[in-house]
């Protein structure tokens, strides 16, 4: 069974500081990445991080956020610092199966709130 299991969401004033995790097993993946979703609004991608290591970061958290990937652990982090308001919502941690094009496993999802 595939599964990802988040952790390390929580509430924090602006400015802070947040590290999730993403621990995924059963299966190999290629692109690795979290989501996130805002009360009311559509999901939307955050930074992602294929087997190679390349990255890539939505313009809104480039600079204060940092995505790592430990392949053999299957393990995804997402460190976030100077945490804005707007960085509220659920996280969610995400995978491609080898060869698919798209996000086939998705985690529970872990809240993020940050007060101004």
């Known amino acids: 069974q595939v599964q990802l299991v988040e952790s390390g969401g929580g509430s924090v004033q602006a400015g802070g500081s947040l590290r999730l995790s993403c621990v995924g097993s059963g299966a190999t993946y290629s692109t690795m990445g979290w989501f996130r979703q805002a009360s009311g609004k559509e999901r939307e991608g955050v930074a992602t991080i294929n087997m190679s290591g390349t990255k890539w970061y939505r313009d809104s958290v480039k600079g204060r956020f940092s995505i790592f990937r430990d392949n053999a652990k299957n393990t995804l982090d997402l460190q976030m610092i100077s945490l804005k308001p707007e960085d509220t919502g659920v996280y969610y941690c995400?995978?491609?199966?080898?060869?698919?094009?798209?996000?086939?496993?998705w985690g529970q999802g872990t809240q993020v709130t940050v007060s101004s």
């Open positions: 995400a995978a491609r199966r080898l060869g698919s094009a798209d996000f086939n496993y």
